[in-house]
């Protein structure tokens, strides 16, 4: 892992270019001297970060072999072996992966080379803005449709599950459309499910949006998730939907028979792209990109001036990849893909692949052996393990507790835009439930009636405790209050205390000092008696510190990890959200220590609201021994987290 500082080879190099040329030997003392320390060696067995970017001799003879030949392919004509070796190798390809028939080039589709997942979505999406557009327009014509068409797209949305990559939601930036992401949930695996999807869908319809693409991913970059594909395919069916399968980095163990059942509801989808580089051994770029029609790309993306024109292309025997994406130049990348077929064959695919799935098992065992530091978040897949670290120190955890209570004023504040609990009452769709009524833009409600200036309003009529007001004055009772002091049995009530000879009382008990008694304790200095010892905020204390059978709290807060101890579990949701958070810092500060020490790289995220750390086990170099001894940094970076907190 580089550790240069930012900016570091402006300072080591000219402003402008030599006047003449430099020799050789120069320019390659430079590269050890200048360049190579700000190289991170995506290659090294000590590399388990992101997903792997594998080169080879064969790859890079491929990329020799396609510079020295230097042929700007926009059309057959130019280059036809570049045309052709590229639909050969995408056919061989598509037939490994046992993608349906329907996305060969001998059907109405076929494969085509991207420079890069991002770019692939953008032109099935683009192709899947433009036939949903003529499809939903068909029966108009002219000045009509247009102007039917500028309409319909002010409200079209591309959607994506929460796990999607980034360039989906990038890809509908580009095309000037809207985004929305189906949710997925942790017990799901982070799948997108067809419920899921369900109601997004029904989400879109209430906003009068309409849904015209989405993403589904065959291994998620986070966790590796697989999407139900079955009740994604069931959940649109007769609907104008465009889905594309994203497989970018686990599409390639398609190779494998164990694998390939996940293929089966392909045929229901529009498109498929998976990266030769990221696990089939072949250097970037080489993203494979198969259509299921390949008219809806073609029509979509087809321009051609008359400088471009010429015989073959006009005569339609041939194919002209530059109308299948987003340049029109395009470099021989189906060379470095040949190379790489023949070198390893197909069994040669799977003999790499299965290995580091097995080595991607064997460090999830080493994890699952060390419950005390680490939790699994979700099962290892595709050479992909994901953890978080276990926090082990409860009285830290307490201290945790204690400054987010008087950050966020618990027992007296309401969270915004969480589900917290206040004094024993939840907020609720943005409202806060202040004893027992709800309370939205701050006035609350009681039974769907306002309360005004603390009264609840009942056909329009202002009422306390169920008892209309007259003139102003509440009735308690049936008691009228006399100049704001309301009766009780006959008696004045003092500040909500029945008042016997203007002395207030509580259940019979006379207030002393302005002190009133509890069940035969009285109150010193405003703390009520429990059993002997004051009680404070409901919890007896002992020396006038707060106490829970016997045990010390902090803020009101139980001595305990997880839900409150008090017979009242409001403030359990909010607990619970606060041992995320410190699992969160915790597990963040051993993954900067791991990185920061640079033996070995690894990646994080967040999913779910959880900070987890990824191992890839996938690199080209990994071996059992590697594994093993970034098993042993993880513990030992989180020993010293938890032992330091």
């Known amino acids: 892992m580089s550790n240069v500082e930012p900016g570091y080879l402006k300072k080591l190099l000219p402003d402008l270019p030599p ?26 067995p000590n590399f388990m970060a992101y997903f792997p970017a594998p080169t080879t001799y064969p790859s890079m003879l491929g990329e020799l072999y396609s510079s020295a030949l230097a042929v700007s392919a926009f059309n057959w004509e130019c280059a036809p072996a570049v045309t052709e070796l590229e639909i050969v190798v995408m056919d061989w390809l598509a037939k490994i992966l046992n993608l349906p028939s329907c996305f060969l080039s001998s059907s109405n589709g076929g494969g085509v080379i991207q420079g890069t997942t991002s770019e692939a ?142 293929t089966e509801p392909m045929g229901s989808f529009d498109s498929f792209s998976m990266s030769m580089s990221k696990w089939l051994l072949t250097n970037i770029d080489a993203v494979c990109c198969f259509i299921k029609n390949k008219h809806d790309l073609i029509d979509a993306l087809s321009i051609t001036p008359a400088y471009l024109r010429n015989d073959a292309s006009d005569s339609g025997t041939v194919v002209d990849f530059r109308h299948w994406g987003i340049p029109l130049s395009r470099r021989f990348r189906a060379l470095k893909i040949w190379f790489v077929m023949r070198t390893y064959g197909v069994n040669g695919f799977k003999s790499y692949i299965r290995n580091h799935i097995k080595l991607g098992y064997l460090f999830s065992s080493l994890i699952a052996s060390r419950a005390d530091l680490f939790k699994i978040v979700t099962p290892p897949a595709y050479a992909l393990t994901v953890i978080s670290i276990v926090p082990r120190t409860p009285a830290m955890f307490r201290k945790f507790l204690a400054v987010k209570a008087r950050e966020m004023k618990l027992h007296s504040d309401v969270r915004n835009d969480r589900s917290c609990h206040v004094n024993g009452e939840s907020k609720s769709n943005g409202g806060t439930l202040t004893n027992g009524e709800r309370n939205t833009n701050g006035v609350p409600f009681v039974n769907g009636e306002a309360k005004t200036n603390g009264g609840a309003t009942i056909n329009g009529k202002i009422h306390v405790n169920g008892e209309a007001r007259t003139k102003k004055e509440a009735y ?109 810092m915790v597990t963040k500060a051993a993954y900067d220590l791991v990185n920061r020490q640079g033996e070995i790289m690894l990646t994080s995220t967040v999913i779910g609201g959880l900070y987890v750390i990824r191992i890839n086990s996938a690199n080209p170099k990994t071996e059992e021994k590697y594994l093993r001894r970034a098993f042993e940094i993880l513990v030992a970076a989180a020993e010293e987290v938890l032992d330091e907190a």
């Open 19 to 44: 006047e003449d040329g430099e020799e050789w030997d120069a320019i390659q003392k430079d590269i050890e001297s200048k360049i190579m320390p700000g190289m991170t060696h995506w290659n090294s």
């Open 121 to 262: 979505i953008v032109a099935v999406m683009v192709a899947a803005r433009e036939r949903y557009l003529h499809e939903t327009t068909a029966h108009l014509y002219g000045v009509e449709k247009e102007t039917a068409m500028a309409h319909r797209r002010l409200r079209m949305v591309a959607l994506g599950s929460e796990s999607s990559h980034s360039c989906t939601q990038k890809a509908a930036m580009i095309i000037g459309v809207r985004y929305r992401s189906v949710p997925v949930h942790i017990e799901d695996g982070f799948s997108m499910t067809g419920d899921m999807l369900s109601y997004t869908l029904e989400q879109c319809q209430e906003e009068g949006l309409e849904p015209f693409y989405l993403t589904a991913t065959l291994g998620t970059t986070a966790t590796c998730a697989v999407d139900r594909f079955d009740e994604i395919a069931q959940v649109l069916r007769g609907r104008p939907v465009w889905v594309h399968v994203d497989a970018a980095y686990a599409g390639a163990a398609l190779v494998c028979e164990e694998y390939q059942s996940l």
């Open 476 to 584: 308690t009772n049936g008691e009228p209050k006399t100049n704001g002091v309301s009766k009780a049995n006959g008696f004045s009530n003092v500040n909500g205390y029945a008042s016997i000879d203007d002395e207030p009382h509580i259940n019979g008990e006379p207030k002393i000092n302005g002190e009133h008694k509890t069940n035969g304790e009285p109150k010193s200095n405003g703390i009520c008696k429990v059993n002997g010892f004051s009680n404070v905020n409901g919890h007896a204390s002992i020396d006038e510190e707060p106490h829970i059978n016997g045990e010390p709290t902090l803020n009101g807060l139980p001595p305990m990890i997880g839900a409150p101890s008090t017979p009242n579990d409001d403030i359990t949701s909010c607990v619970e959200e606060w041992f995320t958070e410190y699992a969160n």
